[in-house]
């Protein structure tokens, strides 16, 4: 691999915030970033990656052509597999602090939304190149989520105790989505009018940094908006895994983690 999406945010911005191309190149590695994440998501596999940050995005990148760049998602090692027969959720394992979804700070459970939530926070901070959420322990990082996404009355009713005690303090304070505030078209780089923009970034960060995971919208619901009509090379959305990843492979259990080395053999070493 050329570069890590967090070596090319520090080292290469200017290729992100080029006022020619430069949302345009966000666009297309968050959409590849979708498309991964779909495959991994699918009935199929029922993969959760768990630890989606910069660090684990891969990237080829194309001197000529930047949607010739191809992203890859690796470290798949912190992955969970649901049981296909079980409707029960992943054991918790955190990812790193400023990509947590906060069903993961608040339960000991969660699915595959928190890989969701995650990109969302890689997509923010591709804007405006920081990390948003970036408290270092869970009680602080709750509380900046919060406050910057917003609560409604039965959220803020269903926090524990000892975070809705402060949110009932200032309620009003913590109902106010600030997204839209945060990634006003004046916060962000000097793009001229390309194929997408802050409008439609603000709209897909508004579907993915949800509180609610139920409300938080899914890969293949983020792969279908219309923003993406400007793209002229794209990644297939609707690759499934091959057969042969679950045929002969018995049950799949969170426990049996046979999975990784099968998926390495037929995805990676053929």
Same mark, same amino acid.
């Not at 926090?159 to 962000?188: A, C, H, T």
């Not at 970034?201 to 899914?218: A, E, I, K, Q």
């Given at each position: 691999?050329?570069?890590?999406?967090?070596?090319?945010?520090?080292?290469?911005?200017?290729? %992100?915030?080029?006022?020619?191309?430069?949302?345009?190149?966000?666009?297309?590695?968050?959409?590849?970033?979708?498309?991964?994440?779909?495959?991994?998501?699918?009935?199929?596999?029922?993969?959760?990656?768990?630890?989606?940050?910069p660090d684990n995005i891969y990237i080829i990148r194309s001197e000529n052509d930047l949607t010739a760049t191809v992203l890859k998602l690796g470290d798949i090692g912190s992955a969970r597999q649901h049981s296909p027969s079980s409707d029960e959720v992943v054991?918790?394992?955190?990812?790193?602090?400023?990509?947590?979804?906060?069903?993961?700070?608040?339960?000991?459970?969660?699915?595959?939304?928190?890989?969701?939530?995650?990109?969302?926070?890689v997509l923010a901070e591709l804007i405006i190149g920081r990390p948003t959420f970036q408290r270092r322990s869970s009680f602080n990082l709750i509380f900046d989520i919060v406050s910057t996404i917003g609560l409604t009355d039965s959220e803020i009713s269903d926090?524990?105790?000892?975070?809705?005690?402060?949110?009932?303090?200032?309620?009003?304070?913590?109902?106010?989505?600030?997204?839209?505030? =945060?990634?006003?078209?004046? =916060?962000?780089?000097?793009?001229?009018?390309?194929?997408?923009?802050?409008?439609?970034?603000?709209?897909?960060?508004?579907?993915? %940094?949800?509180?609610?995971?139920?409300?938080?919208?899914?890969?293949?619901? %983020?792969?279908?908006?219309?923003?993406?009509?400007? %793209?002229?090379?794209?990644?297939?959305?609707?690759?499934?895994?091959?057969?042969?990843?679950?045929?002969?492979?018995?049950?799949?259990?969170?426990?049996?983690?046979?999975?990784?080395? =099968?998926?390495?053999?037929?995805?990676?070493?053929?």
């Amino acid at each position: 691999m050329d570069t890590t999406l967090r070596i090319l945010n520090t080292h290469n911005r200017s290729l %992100l915030t080029n006022k020619k191309n430069g949302a345009e190149f966000v666009g297309f590695l968050i959409y590849q970033l979708l498309v991964a994440v779909r495959f991994l998501h699918q009935k199929k596999l029922r993969l959760v990656h768990r630890d989606i940050r910069p660090d684990n995005i891969y990237i080829i990148r194309s001197e000529n052509d930047l949607t010739a760049t191809v992203l890859k998602l690796g470290d798949i090692g912190s992955a969970r597999q649901h049981s296909p027969s079980s409707d029960e959720v992943v054991n918790i394992f955190p990812p790193s602090y400023p990509y947590r979804a906060p069903e993961i700070i608040l339960t000991d459970s969660y699915e595959t939304s928190v890989d969701i939530w995650s990109i969302g926070c890689v997509l923010a901070e591709l804007i405006i190149g920081r990390p948003t959420f970036q408290r270092r322990s869970s009680f602080n990082l709750i509380f900046d989520i919060v406050s910057t996404i917003g609560l409604t009355d039965s959220e803020i009713s269903d926090l524990p105790d000892y975070l809705q005690i402060k949110v009932r303090k200032n309620p009003e304070k913590f109902k106010k989505n600030k997204i839209n505030e =945060m990634f006003d078209d004046f =916060m962000l780089p000097n793009w001229d009018k390309q194929g997408i923009n802050g409008g439609e970034f603000r709209h897909l960060l508004n579907r993915m %940094l949800v509180y609610d995971p139920r409300r938080r919208s899914n890969a293949d619901e %983020l792969l279908k908006v219309p923003i993406w009509g400007y %793209l002229k090379k794209t990644v297939e959305p609707n690759i499934e895994a091959k057969s042969e990843f679950i045929e002969g492979y018995g049950e799949i259990t969170e426990e049996n983690s046979n999975w990784k080395s =099968m998926f390495l053999k037929i995805y990676i070493y053929k």
